[in-house]
């Protein structure tokens, strides 16, 4: 947020030689922004960018504080003429007068400290010169003498107040509450305002909402010419709830910009103290009641140790401790113990909510040191060694990326979350997935078991812009764990939308690559997306399963709406990196000739390419290799390669081996 306050303004509290000019430049090296100082009559116009955990810089009275801390590094005096905060409180209050107030307020969660008081004025009037003319260059418009005491006490001390015309409160009751649904407000700008629900709200005695709190009064307590007794009421509101109903309802005022930050209920006392003062200087005010200050939980101040050796070793300067000390107190921080090496502080009320740990503490230190003044060394690199399986991972996941690549795919990355919709359209268990408890749309709601989703997701948006994809990831998988972190699985996941036997052909060619050679592919119904007839399951020896393929069940495609058939696979990936070699396994050069012959027969289920070449190798010793040649219909071509390592065959001594398959596989010689 942005604030503007003037020159002279900051001059009422703050007694420095430092110019405008000098005040920008010195604030913004080590405070808030100063974006910009204009030059207005005998006045400047200082806007601010305040920092949004800093909402007790957002004043005048805040800016000064800032440069009773900045200025002196700058060789620039900086004193305080006097502590707002400290000069008024509640026992200068004369409490009299016979009006009564009944206050109730429903819940410990609206509202944290409410102070009130009704006082007696002569007529309404306009407000002083001096402060028509500093709201004015603030852009605060100039209402009357009340009004603008109630905005003046805002911009002085980051307060908002509220003043209402007392007899309008009927039967002097107040009663703050959450509002329903629906509920209706006419506030001061002339708006009826429809209400969420769970809104703060104050009704008075018969039922009249009079305030949208936090961020605007209603219209029908609103303080005019005629009102003769006036009550001043200051709070501090639930943030969240001034937030979320600010943004619902869209009425973004000054007001709310501060309470939805967090307001400091200490300066509640001051601020109403100042605005009696106020009150009775200018419009002729008298107190006509009691005081009411409804405080349940009083702050407790807080503390922070920390030793000097610290800040050498977080920001990496050494800064003498009186240094240190004079930076802490001009902040407001009270010095509690000091033995020569630690430090404890007393945290002030109006910090509280940004300091809770020594690296905040040492923060603030090298703010007003200025991190200008600390030196730029770039640390010298050092090389941590990784462990050997994690190194092997990362080695490994950029050959597979390599070789996939090279086989014509593309790689895609998407996020580690998918929405509910795309798990349950997978036929997933979302309650198997971890839920985000804060995540920003439902859309990236749960954590993946599987990157197969995503996959067919890119497949679908990609659809259409070219005749063939051929798709892959490789990413981690989260899987629930009842009493710690998810398990987290390395997956290889390809998607493609040309046949089966090419996916199958990648799958092999990848691991003819690391040269895995002992691998089975046996057919499963192990995955619920795949056609029942069209999906295998992949097995090594030393691993287990590894992972699967097929093509995507008619009922999931159609979900998609693919136009045609797509077929995925998912392999684990640290199985399959146990079982990579970088180089293959020697096997001397046969120096004999190999005589190929084709051969073509009929498959079905039960006499699988896998069955064929199974039995093949089993009965002939001399064969050395087996390649499909073409499909047609059920039928399948396959070469026989034939070879010794001993001596030439003979085309006849190849063919006896081929007849000796065909009787193994059940073909008549």
């Not at 200087?281 to 409804?294: E, K, T």
């Not at 190194?391 to 979350?417: C, D, M, P, V, W």
């Not at 084709?598 to 190798?617: E, G, H």
């Amino acid at each position: 947020m942005n604030i503007k306050i003037t020159h002279n303004w900051l001059l009422e509290y703050l007694d420095t030689n430092a110019t405008p000019s000098e005040i920008q430049e010195y604030l913004s090296l080590c405070g808030p922004s100063v974006e910009r100082v204009e030059k207005v009559g005998n006045d400047y116009i200082y806007d601010i960018e305040i920092t949004s955990n800093r909402i007790d810089t957002a004043s005048v009275f805040g800016i000064a504080q800032e440069c009773l801390a900045i200025l002196p590094q700058f060789g620039k005096r900086a004193e305080l003429k006097y502590n707002p905060l400290t000069k008024y409180g509640f026992p200068s209050i004369q409490q009299q007068g016979d009006r009564t107030l009944k206050v109730k307020i429903e819940g410990n969660r609206l509202c944290s400290r409410f102070a009130a008081i009704v006082l007696k004025i002569d007529s309404v009037g306009k407000s002083p010169e001096f402060m028509r003319k500093r709201l004015e260059l603030v852009g605060i418009k100039s209402i009357n003498a009340v009004v603008d005491i109630s905005n003046y006490l805002m911009v002085s001390l980051g307060q908002p107040t509220h003043i209402f015309d007392f007899k309008k409160i009927l039967h002097g009751s107040m009663r703050m509450r959450e509002s329903l649904r629906g509920e209706k407000i006419q506030t001061l700008d002339e708006k009826e305002v429809v209400l969420p629900g769970r809104d703060i709200v104050i009704e008075d005695g018969s039922g009249k909402l009079i305030d949208l709190c936090g961020i605007m009064g209603g219209l029908h307590s609103s303080v005019t010419s005629k009102t003769k007794e006036i009550l001043l009421f200051v709070q501090t509101y639930n943030k969240e709830k001034i937030r979320r109903t600010s943004m619902m309802t869209g009425q973004r005022t000054i007001a709310a910009t501060y309470f939805e930050k967090g307001l400091d209920e200490e300066r509640v006392e001051p601020t109403l103290s100042f605005g009696v003062e106020l009150l009775k200087q200018f419009v002729n005010a008298s107190i006509a009641s009691v005081l009411y200050d409804i405080y349940p939980h009083p702050y407790k101040e807080g503390a922070v140790e920390f030793s000097l050796l610290d800040i050498e070793k977080i920001i990496g300067v050494s800064i003498e401790a009186k240094t240190s000390q004079r930076i802490l107190k001009s902040l407001g921080f009270g010095i509690e113990d000091s033995n020569g090496e630690t430090v404890r502080l007393r945290i002030p009320s109006y910090r509280r909510n940004d300091i809770d740990i020594k690296e905040d503490v040492i923060e603030e230190i090298a703010r007003i040191y200025g991190y200008q003044n600390i030196p730029c060394v770039i640390q010298s690199p050092s090389h941590i060694q990784q462990p050997l399986e994690t190194e092997r991972l990362f080695t490994y996941q950029q050959k597979i990326k390599y070789a996939l690549k090279h086989f014509g795919l593309h790689e895609s990355l998407n996020y580690s979350l998918v929405s509910k919709i795309l798990v349950e359209s997978m036929q997933g268990d979302i309650k198997k997935h971890l839920k985000l408890m804060n995540s920003i749309s439902e859309e990236i709601a749960y954590l993946r078991t599987s990157l197969l989703p995503s996959l067919i997701k890119n497949m679908k948006e990609n659809e259409g812009k070219r005749e063939e994809l051929r798709f892959f990831e490789i990413a981690k998988t989260y899987h629930p764990r009842a009493t710690d972190l998810p398990h987290e699985i390395y997956k290889l996941s390809i998607a493609v939308n040309t046949s089966f036997y090419d996916l199958k052909g990648i799958i092999e060619a990848l691991f003819r690559e690391f040269h895995i050679h002992n691998v089975e592919m046996k057919l499963e119904d192990a995955s619920p997306i795949l056609s029942t007839k069209t999906q295998l399951s992949i097995f090594a020896p030393e691993v287990g399963k590894l992972g699967l393929f097929g093509k995507l069940k008619p009922e999931t495609s159609s979900y998609f709406g693919f136009k045609k058939d797509v077929y995925v696979g998912e392999v684990d990936l640290l199985p399959f990196i146990k079982l990579c070699k970088i180089l293959p396994v020697y096997q001397q050069i046969n120096p004999y000739a190999t005589i190929k012959l084709d051969l073509t027969i009929p498959m079905n289920k039960q006499r699988t390419f896998a069955v064929i070449k199974d039995l093949s190798f089993k009965s002939s010793e001399l064969l050395t290799k087996l390649d499909v040649v073409s499909m047609y219909q059920d039928n399948i071509t396959l070469r026989f390669y034939f070879a010794s390592r001993e001596r030439n065959l003979t085309e006849g001594e190849a063919k006896g081996e081929l007849e000796k398959i065909k009787n193994i596989l059940g073909f008549k010689i």
